[in-house]
Each structure stands twice: as C-alpha cells, then as structure tokens.
Nanobody
C-alpha cells in the first residue's frame, strides 16, 4: 500500500513563503511522476505543479509559474513545493499525488488528476491579505 504524507501548510500573509513536503512510503516513489494539486472550497481539485519520475521535467499551472518550484529528493522519498510570493488566491487544501504511469514524464500523464492513483490527506494553506 502506498502512503503519501503532506506537511508544511499553515496561515501566512500575502507575500510570504511556505514549503510543502510530501513523503512517500517504500520503493513506490522513484519510478513515478509526482504532482501537487489544490482544492479551494466549492471548487474542483486543480493542477498546480508536477515533476517527472527522473526530476528532469517540471510543469506548472500559469498562475504559479515563477513563484512556485517543485522538486524531489529520491534519497528521502520526498517531493517538495516551494511557494514564494503567496497570494490570497493561493488559499486551498494542497494535495500531493503519485502518477499512475510508470516512468511518467509527459504533461498528459501528470497534468490531469485522473492520471493519479494515490493521494495524500492534504495540507491547508491559508494566505491572508
């Protein structure tokens, strides 16, 4: 069974930074792409960022490009989301997920939440103005 555990959320002011972490169990991490999605109240879960299985390719939604950075550490089975210059519209529950395609690297396999088979429990990020 794959387990993903997120941490790092909190309440911050606009312009502040946060770093989210997502640690995966076992050997299920290194051969799969990983992604971050977020869900605001009353909204669908939306794509934020993803990273290929090798770490060599990253994708971002337009609203976070230049502010957020996704990375992964294979030795720690952890994927990170560094969030800078936070805005109130970034407020949401942030979820990390594991892409279900072995050695997934394309946006087609990492940009759609239907292409993920495991999710963490989510971590709340609240940005006040």
């Amino acid at each position: 069974q794959v387990q993903l555990v997120e941490s790092g959320g909190g309440l911050v002011q606009a312009g502040d930074s946060l770093r989210l972490s997502c640690t995966a169990s076992g050997r299920t991490f290194r051969n799969y792409g990983m992604g971050w999605f977020r869900q605001a109240p009353g909204e669908d879960r939306e794509f934020v960022a993803a990273i290929s299985w090798s770490g060599g390719t990253t994708y971002y939604t337009a609203s976070v490009k230049g502010r957020f950075t996704i990375s992964r550490d294979g030795a720690k089975n952890t994927v990170y989301l560094q969030m800078n210059s936070l805005k109130p519209e970034d407020t949401a529950v942030y979820y990390c997920g594991r892409g279900k395609t072995f050695a997934g690297a394309s946006f087609q396999t990492l940009g759609d939440r239907r292409e993920y088979d495991y999710w963490g429990q989510g971590t709340q990020v609240t940005v006040s103005s």
